[in-house]
């Protein structure tokens, strides 16, 4: 993929949805050509801050030349941060699309879980919305702070876990998925190592095509800090190991192709 240049995005809008989780709608030209499970690099304006962070894409409003990205605050002078002081009419660079994204043909005429846990959460919004096929979307939070949960619902059947037990099912989202007893033949994922270690697991005892996001252990989005590197087996190659960066070759995966 050819480099890209940055890229002065606008404000639009910005809300705290949940605690630590902020919500800002940017008018970017990425909103052309962006795809469900890609991400953006986003700049801050602090020069001490040379390196981006990637954040996932949430919805896009191709019309107005919008994206939405739903995120979580990593803590005091952080760029996060900063993005959740930014108000209407603030700018900042960002680069993107970036990334593979999810493969939507690959559902069609498919019962599919999308699956989104944590801060992994936002980008089976645009997912849900864009797919075509049957879906169940099955979403894990913390506590009570289920942030995006009506939009989900107008997008799919809904099934939540929280891990404190104050809505849905108890526990993590594979208790979602054995409490209410569903079933799948397609999976899409996006979350916590844990979470995808344990989807993985059900996937290959389901013998089910299972694609997962790595995106959560990506740290400067660009290529840059090799922070991001696992191991692979590459198909061509006889199952040689070879290391990849997720944010270069990823961040979507199908499950069978990576060590996790
Ligand atoms: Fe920095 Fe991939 S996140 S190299």
């Known amino acids: ?14 809300e705290q949805l949940a605690e630590g989780i902020f919500s800002m709608w940017i008018r970017t030209k990425a909103a052309m050509t962006a795809m469900p499970g890609q991400f953006l690099s986003m700049y801050t304006n602090d020069k001490s801050k040379l390196l981006p962070r990637p ?12 994206i939405r990205v739903v995120y979580r605050v990593t ?6 941060e900063e993005f959740s002081r930014m108000r209407e009419e603030d ?17 069609r005429g498919r019962k599919a879980f999308l699956i989104g846990g944590g ?22 939070y ?13 997008n799919g059947a809904v099934y939540i876990s929280t891990e404190d037990g104050s809505v849905g099912t108890a526990g993590n989202v594979m208790d979602a998925i054995r409490e209410n007893a569903l079933q799948a033949d397609i999976i899409y994922a996006c979350g916590p190592t844990p979470m995808l270690k344990a989807i993985k697991a059900y996937a290959k005892e389901q013998e089910i095509p299972c694609y997962i ?48």
Do not use: W, Y
């Open 119 to 140: 801060i992994g959460v936002p980008p089976i919004l645009e997912l849900a919305k864009q797919i075509d096929c049957e879906k169940q979307i099955i979403v894990g």
């Open 1 to 14: 993929m050819a480099e890209r240049e940055k890229e002065l995005a606008v404000v639009c809008s910005q």
């Open 213 to 260: 996001s790595l995106e959560e252990r990506m740290a400067c989005g660009i290529g840059a800090c090799l922070a991001c590197v696992c191991k692979s087996k590459d198909k061509d190659h006889h199952s040689h190991v070879h290391n990849k960066r997720i944010c270069k070759d990823g961040p979507v995966f199908l499950s069978t192709e990576v060590e996790l």
């Open 55 to 66: 954040i996932s894409i949430c919805e896009i409003d191709r019309e107005k030349g919008m």
């Open 142 to 154: 913390r506590d009570d702070q289920t942030f995006l949960k009506k939009e989900f619902e107008q």
């Open 91 to 107: 700018t900042l660079p960002v680069i993107g699309p970036l990334g593979n994204g999810f493969p939507l043909e690959e559902a």
């Open 75 to 80: 803590g005091e002078h952080t760029g996060t």
